[in-house]
């Protein structure tokens, strides 16, 4: 069971916008450390998605977006792809090291 | 270009050892500090261990802790992973990450190299 809960799978039709919400405790998320997002494409590494809550990389587009509310984080996808099909991680920091949720499953319909 | 890779993994029966490594290229090596995170098959991400980077500092899960052993030469630019007393359950795709920062401590792993598979059966 991991630390940070994450729903197992969520879904969205080309263009449509959805949303992933990663569920900690006042040990870690409330606690004000930061969330990261990560996105993992089939038999592939994790890739940095959104870091510090709700900052992209170079490169990541703006149609991912990333917020933070007390013991809560989220990430927003918008204009669904076909290529945003994948696994979508958070990870956060709890007393002494890193902590994942289980992953959500995106399925463009 | 920020190059991880790693090696050292393979098939190991309950109980024996492993040590993985991670060449890092592209970057100050000693400046940042680094992490293992590990895939079950067709499960999640479990962050492992990670170290400082000067290295005067490690983490570990409470699932590895006492078992597995982290460490890093910086004149080598490679990272480690002692694993001993290896359990079906250690069974995993191990990757290795740069942190953005030398600590650990609110950083975020912003490289990941593509990862070893271990095996532990009999």
């Known amino acids: 069971q991991s630390v940070l809960t994450q729903p197992p799978s969520v879904s969205g039709a080309p263009g449509q916008r959805v949303t992933i919400s990663c569920t900690g405790s006042?040990?870690?998320?409330?606690?004000?450390?930061?969330v990261h997002w990560y996105q993992q494409l089939p038999g592939t590494a994790p890739k940095l998605l959104i870091y510090?809550?709700?900052n992209r990389p170079s490169g990541v587009p703006d149609r991912f977006s990333g917020s933070k509310s007390g013991t809560s984080a989220s990430l927003a996808i918008t204009g669904l792809q076909a290529e945003d099909e994948a696994d979508y991680y958070c990870?956060?920091?709890?007393?002494?090291?890193?902590?994942f949720g289980g992953g959500t499953k995106l399925t463009v319909l | 270009e920020v190059q991880l890779l790693e090696s050292g993994g393979g098939l190991v029966q309950p109980g024996g050892s492993l040590r993985l490594s991670c060449a890092a290229s592209g970057f100050t090596f000693s400046s940042y500090a680094m992490s293992w995170v590990r895939q079950a098959p067709g499960k999640g991400l479990e962050w492992v261990s990670a170290i400082s980077g000067s290295g005067g500092s490690t983490y570990y899960a409470d699932s590895v802790k006492g078992r597995f052993t982290i460490s890093r030469d910086n004149s080598k630019n490679t990272l480690y992973l002692q694993m001993n007393s290896l359990r079906a359950e250690d069974t995993a795709v191990y990757y290795c990450a740069k942190y953005d920062s030398s600590r650990v401590y609110a950083s975020v792993c912003d490289y990941w190299g593509q990862g070893t598979l271990v095996t532990v059966s009999s």
């Open positions: 510090g809550n709700s």
């Open positions: 006042s040990s870690n998320i409330g606690a004000g450390y930061d």
């Open positions: 990870q956060s920091y709890d007393s002494g090291g890193g902590v």
